[in-house]
């Protein structure tokens, strides 16, 4: 299995303002993704980031939102731009590795907006 | 688009008793999961099914992949206090083989 570690873990961020999420894997995957969690919801995809080019961003979900980087194999980014209340959310990175079939989860980044 | 309908939403059980939740679809899906999400982390991956009927068990849990490949349920037995969480199906169909739907949730809570 892959380790994920999320940075930050939580934050409180002022609404207009923009938060970059870092999701480190300890080894190479083939895959990463990044999930919304809201409230008391389930998980839904915001992109599949690709390496080396842009994001493949889901229904509902823009780069301008939501720009996503992915320089190499173990390391993605995403910003939530222009803050508002309702983008307070769990944000999770997600990724599959070369030898196991599903996807891993990082723990997790719990932000508030105010 | 592809949604996947999850049952209960919650449950209030006592510990010891037997626990089953289930997902369906409209859709048909090749890999159905099962995660298990704690507070405060992201989740994780219980049981993951590949084939129309298979039934497959980790520990005291037992997960199957419906014969009509539109549902799958999940069974947990003589529950133990660490089974508290939430329990996400989720499953990948045909096309855009990478990603996952997830379903609502089940919500466990258990009475000592």
């Known amino acids: 299995s892959a380790v994920i570690s999320q940075k930050p873990s939580r934050d409180i961020c002022q609404r207009g303002t923009s938060l970059t999420i870092q999701c480190q894997v300890d080894?190479?995957?083939?895959?990463m993704f990044w999930y919304r969690q809201q409230p008391g919801q389930s998980l839904t995809l915001i992109a599949t980031?690709?390496?080396?080019?842009?994001?493949?961003?889901e229904s509902g979900f823009v780069i301008d939102k939501f720009p996503i980087s992915r320089p190499n194999l173990t390391f993605s980014t995403l910003t939530v731009s222009n803050m508002s209340p309702e983008d307070s959310s769990i944000y999770l990175c997600?990724?599959?590795?070369?030898?196991?079939?599903?996807?891993?989860f990082g723990q997790g980044t719990r932000l508030t907006v105010v | 688009g592809q949604q996947l309908n999850q049952s209960p939403q919650s449950m209030f059980i006592q510990e010891g008793e037997d626990v089953s939740m289930n997902c369906t679809s409209s859709?048909?899906?090749?890999?159905w999961l099962w995660y298990k999400q704690d507070p405060g982390e992201g989740p994780v991956l219980l049981i993951a099914?590949?084939?129309?009927?298979e039934l497959t068990s980790n520990g005291r849990l037992t997960a199957q992949f419906g014969i009509t490949r539109k549902d799958s349920f999940l069974n947990i037995s003589a529950s133990i206090p660490s089974d508290v969480g939430i329990y996400f199906c989720?499953?990948?169909?045909?096309?855009?083989?990478?990603?996952?739907?997830f379903g609502q949730g089940t919500r466990l809570t258990i009475n000592p």
């Open positions: 997600s990724v599959r590795t070369w030898t196991a079939s599903e996807a891993f």
């Open positions: 080894s190479q995957v083939t895959m």
């Open positions: 980031a690709n390496q080396g080019s842009e994001a493949t961003y």
């Open positions: 859709s048909i899906f090749n890999t």
């Open positions: 099914l590949y084939k129309a009927g």
């Open positions: 989720a499953a990948r169909g045909v096309q855009g083989a990478q990603k996952l739907v």
